[in-house]
């Protein structure tokens, strides 16, 4: 079934708005298709998935739309829509247009030049490469622009990974256990599961299998006083919660009272009440100052460049700069340092990324422990150990998605001393 040509001017116009970068493109998307409420579902899925489709391959689709005649944003506009619904499916093309289509959708692609190949900025490629060596870091990249599967986590407090997955299997939705999270299941194709009861009741979550075992490393206890210092919408904090079984105090510490808003709806479907939501003004806030040397775990969930996360939002490599990533530094250092005055001796701080540059993760990490003599750092693949994850790690918690098939993460476990 042909695709209406107005789909084209649709698809031209949000992604001219996205190409700006001033924004996320999930936000920009989301608001042309309240403005546009005539866009049937088909139509907003192949909008989507063009844009989308664009983003991770922006650099080559940006050369193959410097060839042929006409305008190159239009052009850049009919290779996503071919690559998402294919050429025979899009109306009001012109005879020229569907040829140029034809002979650009079959080109070679493995003669292309590396940083084609990669399809990240310049700078990043530079960083990759250093880290990774040239086939190591075309592997990443590659992995990296591929959209990522639908990872769920099941609420231990509401239902056992089994019994979830042939309640899934009854709608039809096929999955299948993650193999190191304990309480993730990797969802076959990408359902919508917002309707379902067990999502509705709180049994299940949204959240990647790394995301899931950053809260699992923090190890948080029964009884204990933990808090999730950059919160957010409150993924880790829920995991977090269900692994002290409902039990202890747990602060979800965030500056945006916008983000810890969208933790109320989940956190009420969760089951659990010993999770307090708390509005901060900064890092260094008197109420985070009450809670000096109290605290039996902490989980600094750092902001960050989101370079792991290219899989979900493939826009944040090119809206990402070299400047905007040492400003993060400064203020990762910041949070963490303050985040650590909460840890009582003996107590553990964990802190994660979802980057995978190296200034983000080891260099703050290493900083800090120069500075602060009274940490040590816990080797993760003790931890590992210790939890039956059967990850092969050294000192840090690494995970990228061409091995370990997780969004990109980054983890260290500190213990205070004394």
Request: neutral net charge; aromatic residues 6%.
């Amino acid at each position: 079934m042909r695709l209406p040509p107005a789909i084209i001017g649709h698809t031209e116009e949000v992604l001219r708005e996205i190409l700006r970068f001033t924004g996320p493109a999930d936000g920009t998307l989301s608001r042309y298709f309240r403005e546009h409420p005539r866009l049937g579902s088909r139509e907003r899925g192949v909008i989507a998935e063009s844009i989308y489709g664009l983003l991770r391959n922006k650099s080559v689709y940006t050369s193959f739309a410097e060839s042929g005649s006409g305008s190159s944003m239009r052009r850049l506009t009919l290779l996503g829509l071919a690559d998402a619904a294919g050429i025979d499916a899009l109306g009001g093309l012109t005879e020229d247009e569907t040829a140029w289509l034809q002979r650009v959708m079959e080109i070679d692609r493995s003669h292309l030049p590396v940083l084609m190949k990669a399809n990240v900025p310049a700078w990043l490629w530079e960083k990759l490469y250093a880290s990774f060596g040239e086939a190591q870091a075309l592997q990443l990249a590659e992995s990296l622009n591929t959209p990522a599967p639908l990872d769920l986590r099941v609420n231990s407090i509401k239902g056992q990974r089994d019994e979830v997955i042939a309640v899934l299997a009854q709608a039809p939705i096929l999955a299948e256990p993650t193999p190191y999270s304990t309480t993730g299941l990797r969802v076959i194709k990408k359902p919508s599961i917002q309707n379902l009861p067990l999502f509705k009741d709180g049994t299940i979550e949204v959240q990647d299998e790394g995301s899931q075992l950053l809260a699992q490393l923090v190890g948080a206890r029964r009884g204990e006083m933990v808090a999730d210092f950059c919160a957010g919408a409150g993924g880790k904090t829920l995991a977090l919660g269900a692994l002290m079984r409902n039990t202890g105090r747990l602060y979800a510490f965030d500056i945006s009272e916008k983000r810890l808003a969208k933790l109320k709806p989940r956190l009420a479907r969760s089951g659990l009440s010993n999770v307090h939501p708390v509005v901060i003004a900064h890092e260094k806030d008197a109420k985070i100052k009450r809670l000096a040397a109290k605290l039996d775990r902490v989980l600094v969930d750092a902001p960050c460049s989101g370079l792991g996360t290219l899989r979900r939002n493939p826009d944040v490599k090119w809206r990402q700069t070299p400047e905007g990533v040492a400003e993060l530094n400064v203020k990762q250092a910041s949070i963490l340092a303050s985040a650590s005055r909460m840890v009582k001796a003996g107590g553990r701080l964990v802190y994660a990324t979802c980057s995978i540059l190296d200034e983000e993760n080891e260099g703050i990490v290493q900083a800090f422990l120069a500075e602060h003599p009274d940490f040590a750092l816990i080797p993760v693949s003790q931890v590992l150990a210790e939890q039956k994850i059967p990850l092969e790690m050294g000192d840090y918690l690494k995970l990228y998605p061409h091995i370990h098939h997780t969004d990109g993460f980054f983890a260290a476990i500190l213990e205070r001393q004394k």
